[in-house]
């Protein structure tokens, strides 16, 4: 049974780039979290998605926006990149829809650096 | 706001002593979660304790749970150099809007 998986595992970008994270749940999850960690700080919440809509969302800006798909996997995107961007960005998988109530299974995340 | 405040922020003890870690959360939950995270690493879940529960083991983990504090503790026994890692609760239930990690409890267990 394949655990929540990310990729890549890491990338480098410049200032004002777009980027493009991906996640496939575990299987049998249906609901994906993304988050943020900046070095040294904890997982900051970006948003939520379920049934291929967004559910729940974070202190961030327009920039961040996401997809899922029908088979559940899920895409982050950052336009505009800026240097504070850079940061491991996790994903989480959870079973039985969206809110905060289950335990969440975490990817190995994406290491992004904005040069 | 914020919720999961973790402490102490850095623990050091050698092997076999027992670490203590704290969390304090600001609303009410349907449970509290724990999780461990190894550098630059996914989180992996622990232990999960709900709301009507005080006290919950896992091996050598213990994790309490005080509602009237808003409030939980991790307890891990026997430590061993494979637990040095960066601890984080996160207090599930509400809306994960309002929900984030906080700066979790960095262990070093010395061999």
């Known amino acids: 049974d394949a655990g929540v998986t990310q990729s890549p595992t890491h990338l480098i970008k410049t200032r004002g780039q777009q980027v493009t994270l991906r996640c496939s749940p575990k299987?049998?999850?249906?609901?994906v979290s993304w988050y943020q960690q900046a070095l040294g700080q904890g997982p900051q919440f970006i948003f939520q998605?379920?049934?291929?809509?967004?559910?729940q969302r974070g202190n961030f800006p327009d920039r961040f926006s996401g997809h899922q798909f029908p088979n559940y996997s899920s895409e982050l995107n950052v336009n505009a990149l800026l240097l504070g961007d850079s940061a491991l960005y996790l994903c989480?998988?959870?079973?039985?829809?969206?809110?905060?109530?289950?335990?969440?299974?975490f990817g190995p995340g994406t290491r992004l650096t904005v040069l | 706001s914020q919720q999961g405040e973790e402490d102490p922020q850095a623990l050091s003890i050698q092997e076999g002593e027992n670490a203590t870690m704290n969390c304090s959360y600001k609303?009410?939950?349907?449970?509290l979660q724990w999780y461990r995270q190894n550098s630059g690493r996914g989180l992996v879940h622990l232990i999960l304790?709900?709301?009507?529960?005080r006290e919950k083991h896992s091996g050598r983990l213990r994790v309490t749970l005080d509602t009237s504090k808003k409030s939980s503790s991790l307890l891990i026994t026997a430590s061993r150099a494979a637990d040095t890692a960066s601890y984080f609760c996160?207090?599930?239930?509400?809306?994960?809007?309002?929900?984030?990690f906080g700066q979790g409890t960095i262990l070093t267990v010395h061999p």
């Open positions: 989480a998988s959870t079973p039985g829809g969206p809110g905060g109530a289950d335990t969440q299974y």
């Open positions: 299987s049998g999850h249906d609901t």
């Open positions: 998605y379920y049934e291929e809509e967004e559910r």
């Open positions: 609303t009410s939950i349907n449970n």
């Open positions: 304790i709900r709301s009507n529960e």
């Open positions: 996160f207090a599930g239930g509400t809306s994960y809007g309002k929900l984030t």
